[in-house]
Structure formats: structure tokens, C-alpha cells
């Protein structure tokens, strides 16, 4: 990342937290992930929409920042949520959801 600034600022990062994605189903699911605001969190494997797919297993999901989100099971044709989970991402943990 390249950052252009007037004066000598400290810019700390930091890896965030996990998150252990688990499906309760056998079957190919999509997910959306809303932030602390409602707004849709796009992340690296959503590039072009605000959907994810939910694949059978656990799955870790890093480098979210600390924070809460809302994860959200969506129907076969994305219009309807039908399962949803709040979670609290915290620095250097790892925390389970389950849809």
C-alpha cells in the first residue's frame, strides 16, 4: 500500500480477527456479510457482487477487522434471508458461525 501524506504519521496494522464459516448444509448456499452499519462488506472472494458462496465444511475467513458483522443465508433466488448470525470479530481471535 503506498500512502502520501504532509508529515511523518504512524500507520499501524494489524492481521484482525478469523472467522470459522461452518454450512449446515450439504449443498451449495450464498451468503452476504453486512458490517456494524448494515452496509454490505464486500470482501476479495465477492469481488463483483456482495455475495459469497457457502460451500459444505468449515471454512476460515481472515483479516477482518475487530468488529461486529452479521452474516446472512440467503434463499435460492437471493432475495430472501433465511438464516442469520451476529458475531464479534475481536485482534487475534478466531470465532464460529454457523448457517
Do not use: C
Amino acid at each position: 500500500m503506498s500512502l502520501t501524506v504532509p508529515s511523518s504519521p504512524t500507520v499501524t496494522l494489524t492481521p484482525g480477527g478469523t472467522i470459522r464459516l461452518q454450512s449446515k448444509h450439504t449443498e451449495r448456499r450464498r451468503y452476504r456479510i453486512l458490517d456494524a452499519n448494515g452496509t454490505p462488506y464486500p470482501r476479495f472472494a465477492m469481488p463483483r457482487s456482495n455475495y459469497g458462496t457457502l460451500l459444505p465444511g468449515a471454512w476460515p475467513l481472515v483479516n477482518y477487522a475487530p468488529g461486529l458483522y452479521t452474516f446472512q443465508l440467503l434463499s435460492a433466488d437471493e432475495n430472501v434471508v433465511v438464516d442469520s448470525q451476529q458475531v464479534i470479530v475481536r485482534e487475534g481471535e478466531t470465532v464460529d458461525v454457523s448457517l
